[in-house]
Nanobody, 128 residues
Framework: QVRVVESGGGSVQAGGSLRLSCVVSGYNVSRSCMGWFRQAQGEEREGVASVYVGNGLSYYADSVKGRFTISRDTAKNTVYLEMNNLKPEDTAVYYC?????????????????????WGQGTQVTVSS
């Protein structure tokens, strides 16, 4: 059974930082695309960042470039999202995703319907 479990969400003021973690079990992560999506209230779910676990290549949405960093620890089957200089518009539920069928090296990483495994989500709230 595949389990995807996020942690690390919370409430911060604008300009603050948070670090999200995602642990995967029951799945071979070594050649998988792992990433983070977010969904703000009343909005569509959008891709935030992804990383190809095999070589660490990462991709970001334009809205978070320079502020967010995605990384992975293959020994722990874990992916992280370091979020700095947070803005109120970053407020959303953040979801961790994983799937070896997603081509992380193309824009496919942004497609919500490409990932078969999702976490339950963790809330991030940024106040002004």
């Amino acid at each position: 059974q595949v389990r995807v479990v996020e942690s690390g969400g919370g409430s911060v003021q604008a300009g603050g930082s948070l670090r999200l973690s995602c642990v995967v079990s029951g799945y071979n992560v070594s050649r998988s695309c792992m990433g983070w999506f977010r969904q703000a209230q009343g909005e569509e779910r959008e891709g935030v960042a992804s990383v190809y676990v095999g070589n660490g290549l990462s991709y970001y949405a334009d809205s978070v470039k320079g502020r967010f960093t995605i990384s992975r620890d293959t020994a722990k089957n874990t992916v992280y999202l370091e979020m700095n200089n947070l803005k109120p518009e970053d407020t959303a539920v953040y979801y961790c995703v994983i799937d070896s069928r997603v081509n992380c090296l193309t824009s496919d990483w942004r497609r919500t319907n490409g990932y078969g495994y999702w976490g339950q989500g963790t809330q991030v709230t940024v106040s002004s």
